[in-house]
């Protein structure tokens, strides 16, 4: 039997009530061997989390960015449905005491995400998808939003991460309004999905940034693909490029525009 949607997201809020929030400005960090930044926290919440799911539905497999990537391959080759979790997304956001981080959860199923969830304990919002079942934001439904023209969007933009010639091009020709980069990818989608920006672009986001988020999105008629056309999801722990938009006709302008500067990278 599938799990409820609201237990989970009830379980998800008092997790990160108890974990994150009580840690927030308190601790310090240290650099993993890929140079990203790890914190008590995120152990504390992945522990918490494993342990909870592990009991409440033991036939689930279960894949965490904490996870050694031996034992992420593990979890997917399984081919049971699977629990994937960023347990602190934003970690660099917390570490700095900078309140933009959350927590992501989804449930993949067939090798798709069937149930997402994000979680920002600053703003005590937690989003929700279900898949053919719509999204939510603290169980009140998120609709489809109007339509804009590129030249009016303010967009979601990791230039970091983004073919350089892309970058550039974006950086001193910009074809949009205005950009923002919030340093939490998982917030990142659910904000584009509650029409708090219009379009988004990163250059390599891994399964657990973009599991949960982009149903989410994917449930209020957004649409998003890789910079090379691909479908954004895949059960893989490699990095997946993302251009998204809150409706199909600016994803087609954004695309169209972009278009030149589209590399090989997926």
């Known amino acids: 039997m599938r799990p409820?949607?609201?237990q989970l997201a009830q379980l998800l809020v008092e997790t990160a009530q108890a974990e994150l929030k009580p840690r927030f400005r308190r601790i310090g960090a240290q650099l993993k061997a890929d140079g990203s930044v790890l914190t008590e926290a995120d152990l504390a919440m992945d522990r918490r989390l494993r342990e909870t799911l592990a009991r409440k539905w033991p036939g689930i497999a279960f894949l965490s960015e904490e996870m050694p990537s031996e034992a992420q391959q593990e979890a997917l080759a399984t081919g049971r449905p699977?629990?994937?979790l960023d347990p602190l997304d934003g970690t660099s956001n917390f570490a700095a005491?900078?309140?933009?981080?959350s927590v992501s959860l989804a449930l993949i199923v067939d090798g798709q995400p069937k149930l997402g969830m994000v979680y920002d304990p600053e703003r005590d919002e937690c989003f929700t998808g279900v898949h053919g079942e719509g999204s939510r934001i603290n169980g009140t439904p998120l609709a489809a939003h109007r339509s804009t023209v590129l030249s009016r969007a303010v967009g979601i933009v990791d230039l970091k991460r983004?073919?350089?010639?892309?970058?550039a091009h974006l950086a001193c020709d910009p074809p949009y309004h205005s950009?923002?980069?919030l340093g939490t990818c998982a917030l990142e989608w659910c904000w584009l999905a509650a029409g708090r920006g219009d379009f988004y672009l990163h250059g390599g986001m891994r399964l657990w940034d973009l599991a949960a988020g982009s149903l989410i999105l994917a449930e209020t008629g957004g649409k998003a693909s890789t910079l090379d056309g691909d479908t954004v999801f895949r059960p893989t722990t490699a990095p997946r490029s993302v251009v998204a938009?809150?409706?199909?006709?600016?994803?087609?302008?954004?695309?169209?525009n972009l278009s030149n500067d589209m590399g090989e990278q997926t």
């Open 162 to 167: 983004l073919p350089k010639p892309m970058a």
């Open 82 to 84: 699977l629990w994937c």
């Open 97 to 101: 005491g900078i309140p933009l981080y």
């Open 4 to 6: 409820d949607i609201n």
């Open 245 to 256: 938009a809150r409706d199909a006709g600016l994803f087609d302008e954004l695309r169209q």
């Open 179 to 181: 950009q923002r980069n």
